[in-house]
């Protein structure tokens, strides 16, 4: 009975086979195609799809990105989602309206502003990452930055094996309804430089445009393609694998679920299946056939497809029958049943105990390929496993070669934009050079002019010689007549000193206007400021083509319009070569106009301001004498005689050739000359002013102004020509030095070496002068002078002319015409002061002209500079 249930369960077996083989063989049939769809999403994802990642490449215009990104929201089915973005940093900075490249910045500049653009990125990815949020949907982001976007997603694709992925195919304004492929050009790079590996969906304007479907292998894995797509391949084969076997194990349920209902139908059927082998039963023809195609088809060299369902077949057949029929051949067991042989002899058909036998060996030799056939693929698998180590070791190579070719790209770059920065330089070095060319061109043609004009001057020269002898005979021929002028010259200035007396000021100055006096001071201008006195601030100025300096008076001073009408009233009568000549005055600004003097006052000079030379001593003892001169004259005025009041170094003024002149008479007092005793002084009582270290200490106490009181400052001033030492009890300590016989420690050392006979005779005048007692001051005219006169002589100074360096004539006392000193000086319409003779000769001659301006002359008229004419006599009669 056991051996009749073998035959239909043999042919179950081998029903069974040829199903398993031909659902093992579907996937070979239907080819690589049918693969890869069961690798695709469907729209309920297996397990192992749910972990998949849809990645979606998105740029910095949120606007058009975010289409792209909610295809895939709606398209994803179950994968998770991950942003992929590029950063690409910029390589010029907009700076001042236009584009900077960075090579040309701060690295610190470049710096921040690639910061910023990442901050940027940041919130740009976030945004993204806020509409999956929206939308039910945990996205992860994935970042790289690099300068060229399609390769950074390619090079991403690689490093994180990406299958899937979206990205635009174009901007949106480029999208039509025909578009069927991707145009920009980042789209075309990826879809042909990604690995094949990857499923690319393009997206423009949220519509699916094109897919670059991903292309599989199969088991075998080509060793040259990317590491990815040998995983994928080797997925694909594990899904089918398993497919193969649950299919093999259905099977096997299915053969032991319908075991029983064979054996029955065997039971009942059994004397047709088991007839002898004589007989030609049709069922028994329909098994021999049916073995006879499973002979057929063992024998077959099975295909990949087939391997597997031949090792799942063996497998099955090990496990249920094969086994047990082994046992029984090789150990007895069939034997050693209740049956005996003859009986089975008897019973059994040899012809199928023969197949039988053959069916068990080629089920061995069918399980012995099957495990070969294992071996085979457990090799396959390790070479796969090789080749993806390979390929892995070659994406890493070749994205280090990817890297070193940026850097190379870079550093050409570098190199191109440097080349670019020497050709600009080399553009301005040649612009340079044209420009010098150019400029020795032109110095070429003014040495040439130099040459000609110098050529000029020679032969103006040699005409110049010639004018000057000519007027070096003439100047000898006026010399002849120049004692009878001196003589005419001081009949006129006693006569005009006889009408001065009752004509008026107008005659003796001019009055300028208060916008001459501003537009010859530049406004007041702190830089032609040279002085600062009680009166108020002193300006140099140029007024009416002559240097003047001016005196405006402070609106805070102690002195006012009084003051400035008593100095124009003196001043305007008084000619001295040793009082400072008033030019003019300006009465709506209570401004005086003096003759200007380059060397300041006598106080700068003995402080030495502005490091300016110290005053040698034959000069000191010089002006003592000419300060002494001028005290005399003004003490001897008739018809009254005048007290300066305000004796002091600051109002000593000194010209270019330090001769001085007195200054500043705001609060000198007239003294009448009456019918007095010898031992009465004339006094005029008023409120002291001046500087308290040179006042007279009785006229500090009393009120009672003398010319005995100018004599004490003239005391006090010349132990300060003598020392050089501050005022401040300078007499105490001159008299110590003579009484201790150390004058010569206490002289000047800076105004050389002094000679001490003559030092200490003026010593000693000083502080006769300087004596408090009023009455014991000697008289200037006789006992004074009477000591600095001889002095004055001895020093070889005794007369203004008396050398060269002193016998230089005011520039303003020349005519510009004649270049001669003025005789009768008038002012033309130009300004200028002339010659009247010389002026009327060129106007006669028909110029109408200004001979120093050559513009023309509003009018002909003169005015008589009668201020300028009694100054000139005044220095002629000196010299």
């Not at 060229?148 to 979206?166: D, F, N, P, R, T």
């Not at 002909?860 to 002629?876: C, G, K, Y």
């Given at each position: 009975?056991?051996?009749?249930?073998?035959?239909?369960?043999?042919?179950?077996?081998?029903y069974?086979?040829?199903?398993?083989a031909r659902?093992?063989l579907?996937?070979?049939?239907?080819?690589?195609?049918?693969?890869?769809?069961?690798?695709?999403?469907?729209t309920?994802?297996?397990?192992?799809?749910?972990?998949?990642?849809?990645?979606?490449?998105?740029?910095?215009?949120?606007?058009?990105?975010?289409?792209?990104?909610?295809?895939a929201?709606?398209?994803?089915?179950?994968?998770?989602?991950?942003?992929?973005h590029?950063?690409?940093?910029?390589?010029?900075?907009?700076?001042?309206?236009?584009?900077?490249?960075?090579?040309?910045?701060?690295?610190?500049?470049?710096?921040?502003?690639h910061?910023?653009?990442?901050?940027?990125?940041?919130?740009?990815?976030?945004?993204?990452?806020?509409?999956?949020?929206?939308?039910?949907?945990?996205?992860?982001?994935?970042?790289?930055?690099?300068?060229?976007?399609?390769?950074?997603?390619?090079?991403l694709?690689?490093?994180?094996?990406?299958?899937?992925?979206?990205?635009?195919?174009?901007?949106?304004k480029s999208?039509?309804?025909?578009?069927?492929?991707?145009?920009?050009?980042?789209?075309?790079?990826?879809?042909?430089?990604?690995?094949?590996?990857?499923?690319?969906?393009?997206i423009c304007?949220?519509?699916?445009?094109?897919?670059?479907?991903?292309?599989l292998?199969?088991?075998?894995?080509?060793?040259?393609?990317p590491?990815?797509?040998?995983?994928?391949?080797?997925?694909?084969?594990?899904?089918?694998?398993?497919?193969?076997?649950?299919?093999g194990?259905?099977?096997?349920?299915?053969?032991?679920?319908?075991?029983?209902?064979?054996?029955?139908?065997?039971?009942?059927?059994?004397?047709?299946?088991?007839?002898?082998?004589?007989?030609?039963?049709?069922?028994?023809?329909?098994?021999?056939?049916?073995?006879?195609?499973?002979?057929?088809?063992?024998?077959?060299?099975?295909?990949?497809?087939?391997?597997?369902?031949?090792?799942?077949s063996?497998?099955?057949?090990?496990?249920?029958?094969?086994?047990h029929?082994?046992?029984?051949?090789?150990?007895g067991?069939?034997?050693?049943?209740?049956?005996?042989?003859s009986?089975?002899d008897?019973?059994?058909?040899?012809?199928?105990?023969t197949?039988?036998?053959?069916?068990?060996?080629?089920?061995?030799?069918?399980?012995?390929e099957a495990y070969?056939?294992?071996?085979k693929?457990?090799?396959?698998?390790?070479?796969?496993?090789?080749?993806?180590?390979?390929?892995?070791?070659?994406?890493?190579?070749?994205?280090?070669?990817?890297?070193?070719?940026?850097?190379?790209?870079?550093?050409?770059?570098?190199?191109?934009?440097?080349?670019?920065?020497?050709?600009?330089?080399?553009?301005?070095?040649?612009?340079?050079?044209?420009?010098?060319?150019?400029?020795?061109?032109?110095?070429?043609?003014?040495?040439?002019?130099s040459?000609?004009?110098?050529?000029?001057?020679?032969q103006?020269?040699?005409?110049?010689?010639?004018l000057?002898?000519r007027?070096?005979?003439?100047?000898?021929?006026?010399?002849?007549?120049?004692?009878?002028?001196?003589k005419?010259?001081?009949?006129?200035?006693?006569?005009?000193?006889?009408?001065?007396?009752?004509?008026?000021v107008s005659?003796?100055f001019?009055?300028?206007?208060?916008?001459?006096?501003?537009?010859s001071?530049?406004?007041?201008?702190?830089?032609?400021?040279?002085?600062?006195?009680g009166?108020?601030?002193?300006?140099?100025?140029?007024?009416?083509?002559?240097?003047?300096?001016?005196?405006?008076?402070?609106?805070?001073?102690?002195?006012?319009?009084?003051?400035?009408?008593?100095?124009v009233?003196?001043?305007?009568?008084?000619?001295?070569?040793?009082?400072?000549?008033?030019?003019?005055?300006?009465?709506?600004?209570?401004?005086?106009?003096?003759?200007?003097?380059?060397n300041?006052?006598?106080?700068?000079?003995l402080?030495?301001?502005?490091?300016?030379?110290?005053l040698?001593?034959?000069?000191?003892?010089?002006?003592?004498?000419?300060l002494?001169?001028?005290?005399?004259?003004?003490?001897?005025?008739?018809?009254?005689?005048?007290?300066?009041?305000?004796l002091?170094?600051?109002?000593?003024?000194?010209?270019g050739?330090?001769?001085?002149?007195?200054?500043?008479?705001?609060?000198?007092?007239?003294l009448?000359?009456?019918?007095?005793?010898?031992?009465?002084?004339?006094?005029?009582?008023?409120?002291?002013?001046?500087?308290?270290?040179y006042?007279?200490?009785?006229?500090?106490?009393?009120?009672?102004?003398?010319?005995?009181?100018?004599?004490?400052?003239?005391?006090?001033?010349l132990?300060r020509?003598?020392?050089?030492?501050?005022?401040?009890?300078?007499?105490?300590?001159?008299q110590?030095?003579?009484?201790?016989?150390?004058?010569?420690?206490?002289?000047?050392?800076?105004?050389?070496?002094?000679?001490?006979v003559?030092?200490?005779?003026?010593?000693?005048?000083?502080?006769s002068?300087?004596?408090?007692?009023r009455?014991?001051?000697?008289e200037?005219?006789?006992?004074?002078?009477?000591?600095?006169?001889?002095?004055?002589?001895?020093?070889?100074?005794?007369?203004?002319?008396?050398?060269?360096?002193?016998?230089q004539?005011?520039?303003?006392?020349?005519?510009?015409?004649?270049?001669?000193?003025?005789?009768?000086?008038?002012?033309?319409?130009?300004?200028?002061?002339?010659e009247?003779?010389?002026?009327?000769?060129?106007?006669?001659?028909?110029?109408?002209?200004?001979?120093?301006?050559?513009?023309?002359?509003?009018?002909s008229?003169?005015?008589?500079?009668?201020?300028?004419?009694?100054?000139?006599?005044?220095?002629?009669?000196?010299?």
């Amino acid at each position: 009975m056991a051996v009749m249930e073998i035959p239909g369960a043999v042919n179950i077996i081998r029903y069974r086979e040829i199903d398993l083989a031909r659902l093992s063989l579907r996937g070979s049939m239907r080819g690589e195609p049918e693969i890869v769809q069961e690798l695709e999403p469907r729209t309920t994802p297996s397990p192992a799809l749910r972990e998949e990642m849809m990645y979606v490449a998105l740029g910095k215009d949120v606007k058009e990105s975010e289409k792209t990104l909610m295809w895939a929201l709606h398209n994803s089915r179950g994968m998770k989602i991950c942003v992929l973005h590029i950063h690409q940093p910029a390589q010029k900075i907009p700076v001042l309206g236009t584009k900077v490249a960075i090579s040309r910045l701060q690295e610190n500049q470049v710096n921040a502003y690639h910061e910023n653009e990442r901050q940027d990125m940041v919130k740009i990815i976030d945004k993204y990452i806020r509409v999956c949020e929206r939308s039910g949907v945990r996205a992860e982001k994935l970042c790289k930055e690099m300068d060229s976007i399609e390769k950074g997603i390619v090079q991403l694709i690689y490093e994180h094996e990406i299958k899937w992925l979206a990205m635009g195919a174009a901007a949106d304004k480029s999208y039509s309804r025909k578009m069927n492929e991707p145009k920009s050009k980042k789209a075309i790079h990826v879809r042909l430089e990604a690995p094949t590996f990857c499923q690319i969906w393009f997206i423009c304007k949220g519509n699916h445009i094109y897919t670059r479907e991903s292309k599989l292998d199969g088991i075998n894995i080509e060793v040259d393609s990317p590491p990815v797509q040998a995983s994928s391949n080797s997925e694909a084969v594990q899904t089918w694998r398993s497919r193969s076997l649950a299919e093999g194990e259905r099977g096997q349920m299915e053969l032991q679920s319908s075991a029983p209902n064979h054996r029955r139908f065997m039971s009942e059927n059994n004397g047709m299946h088991f007839s002898s082998p004589g007989r030609g039963s049709p069922h028994s023809n329909l098994n021999q056939e049916r073995n006879s195609d499973w002979d057929n088809q063992s024998r077959r060299t099975p295909s990949v497809g087939s391997r597997f369902s031949t090792c799942l077949s063996s497998e099955i057949i090990n496990d249920s029958i094969v086994n047990h029929l082994s046992s029984i051949h090789n150990h007895g067991e069939y034997r050693s049943s209740s049956v005996t042989s003859s009986a089975i002899d008897g019973n059994m058909d040899d012809e199928l105990y023969t197949r039988l036998e053959q069916f068990v060996e080629e089920a061995q030799s069918s399980q012995k390929e099957a495990y070969e056939e294992s071996l085979k693929r457990k090799k396959a698998e390790k070479d796969a496993i090789d080749a993806f180590r390979r390929a892995k070791e070659s994406n890493a190579m070749h994205a280090e070669e990817q890297r070193h070719r940026r850097e190379i790209e870079e550093a050409l770059s570098r190199a191109r934009e440097e080349a670019d920065n020497m050709i600009w330089q080399l553009r301005e070095v040649t612009e340079a050079l044209r420009v010098a060319e150019e400029q020795k061109l032109s110095l070429e043609h003014q040495i040439v002019d130099s040459d000609k004009m110098v050529e000029q001057l020679e032969q103006k020269m040699f005409a110049a010689v010639e004018l000057l002898q000519r007027y070096k005979k003439e100047r000898d021929e006026l010399q002849v007549e120049r004692d009878s002028v001196l003589k005419a010259a001081e009949d006129l200035r006693k006569r005009r000193a006889e009408e001065a007396s009752s004509s008026s000021v107008s005659q003796f100055f001019s009055e300028f206007s208060f916008f001459e006096i501003e537009e010859s001071t530049a406004h007041f201008s702190q830089t032609l400021k040279i002085g600062e006195g009680g009166y108020g601030s002193i300006y140099r100025g140029d007024l009416r083509h002559t240097q003047v300096a001016i005196k405006m008076l402070h609106p805070n001073s102690s002195q006012g319009p009084f003051e400035f009408q008593q100095e124009v009233n003196i001043l305007s009568k008084l000619r001295h070569p040793n009082i400072i000549t008033l030019v003019g005055a300006c009465p709506e600004a209570w401004a005086l106009v003096y003759e200007y003097l380059s060397n300041g006052s006598l106080e700068d000079r003995l402080t030495c301001r502005n490091n300016t030379p110290p005053l040698p001593w034959k000069t000191r003892i010089r002006i003592a004498a000419e300060l002494c001169s001028s005290l005399i004259f003004l003490h001897s005025c008739r018809p009254e005689g005048i007290v300066h009041g305000d004796l002091k170094p600051a109002n000593v003024l000194l010209d270019g050739n330090f001769v001085s002149k007195l200054s500043d008479f705001g609060i000198c007092r007239k003294l009448p000359h009456e019918e007095l005793s010898e031992n009465t002084t004339l006094c005029w009582m008023t409120e002291p002013k001046g500087t308290l270290l040179y006042m007279d200490p009785e006229f500090l106490a009393t009120g009672e102004l003398t010319s005995k009181s100018d004599v004490y400052s003239f005391g006090i001033i010349l132990l300060r020509l003598l020392t050089g030492r501050p005022a401040l009890g300078i007499a105490k300590e001159v008299q110590y030095a003579l009484d201790n016989g150390n004058l010569k420690d206490l002289l000047d050392p800076t105004a050389g070496d002094w000679p001490f006979v003559q030092a200490k005779q003026l010593a000693h005048l000083a502080l006769s002068c300087a004596d408090k007692n009023r009455g014991s001051r000697p008289e200037l005219d006789s006992e004074v002078w009477r000591v600095l006169e001889p002095m004055k002589r001895f020093c070889g100074v005794s007369s203004i002319l008396d050398s060269e360096e002193q016998s230089q004539i005011p520039a303003y006392f020349i005519c510009p015409i004649f270049q001669e000193i003025m005789q009768d000086p008038v002012v033309a319409a130009d300004g200028f002061t002339y010659e009247s003779e010389a002026l009327k000769g060129w106007l006669e001659s028909g110029h109408d002209t200004s001979p120093m301006t050559n513009l023309k002359l509003p009018n002909s008229d003169l005015v008589p500079n009668h201020t300028l004419r009694s100054a000139i006599q005044e220095w002629l009669h000196q010299s």
